[in-house]
Each structure stands twice: as structure tokens, then as C-alpha cells.
């Protein structure tokens, strides 16, 4: 064990149809999974933290802002919306405008702007579905 792991975390194979993922969880068995994803070229152990926490006993609510682009081809504006209904804690909605996908590489000042207490854009309601 590395001198960056608990005792609470282990590594895990996770085998999703013909694939296998080396994974960490924490937590007990029977609790309510949630799935945290890297990015390239991270690995799961940027999680540690945040593993740490979740596996700890007790309801845990986080404070989550999503920021989106309407320039956004791989993120539609109802999934995005809908991310509202999987989060307990304090929740905020931010949309970008004019910016693609990759959002903090290509206006990483608006980005940061608009992840402070006092966002620069404006938040903006859910579209009405039919």
C-alpha cells in the first residue's frame, strides 16, 4: 500500500461485458455506488480524496455546478439539465456562451469566472420538454 491510500480504499477489477477496469471503492458493500471518472492522462487516483469522504459513514451532500457550453456538440442541453435530478446537495447551472466543448482549455477565464460564489453568466432555466 502506498503511503496516498487508506485502509478504507482497494483496488478492484471491474468487468463491464468483455472489458475489465482496474477500479478503487470505499465504503460499505451495501451502500449506494457512485462512479467518479478520470480523464486522460489521469488515473484513479486523483479520486483518493474524494473516495475517502464518500466511503466515510453517513449522508453525504456536495455542492455541484455544472458549467455548459451552447456551443456544445457532445453534451445536449436535456442530459445536461437532467444532472439536476442526481444531485442532494446545493446545485448550480451555468451556461457558457459561444464556447465548444473543451470549455477550461479554450476560455479558461470565463470557465473560472463563472466557477466563483459570484458567477459572471448568467444561470439559465431548463428548457420545457414536451
Known amino acids: 500500500m502506498s503511503t496516498t491510500e487508506t485502509p478504507a480504499i482497494e483496488r478492484f477489477d471491474l468487468t463491464v461485458g468483455p472489458f475489465t477496469f482496474q477500479a478503487r471503492?470505499?465504503?460499505?458493500?451495501?451502500?449506494?455506488?457512485?462512479?467518479?471518472?478520470?480523464?486522460?492522462p489521469q488515473t484513479s487516483a486523483c479520486w483518493i480524496a474524494q473516495l475517502e469522504a464518500l466511503g466515510a459513514p453517513g449522508h453525504h451532500a456536495r455542492p455541484t455546478l455544472f458549467v455548459r457550453s451552447d456551443q456544445d456538440p457532445a453534451i445536449g442541453p436535456v442530459g445536461a439539465y437532467a444532472t439536476e435530478q442526481h444531485v442532494t446537495g446545493p446545485y448550480r447551472f451555468v451556461v457558457l456562451e459561444g464556447i465548444g466543448h473543451w470549455i477550461p482549455e479554450t476560455a479558461a477565464a470565463r470557465f473560472n469566472e463563472s466557477s466563483s460564489p459570484t458567477p459572471a453568466a448568467p444561470e439559465v432555466p431548463p428548457p420545457l420538454l414536451d
Open 25 to 40: 471503492r470505499a465504503g460499505p458493500p451495501d451502500g449506494r455506488p457512485v462512479v467518479l471518472l478520470h480523464g486522460v
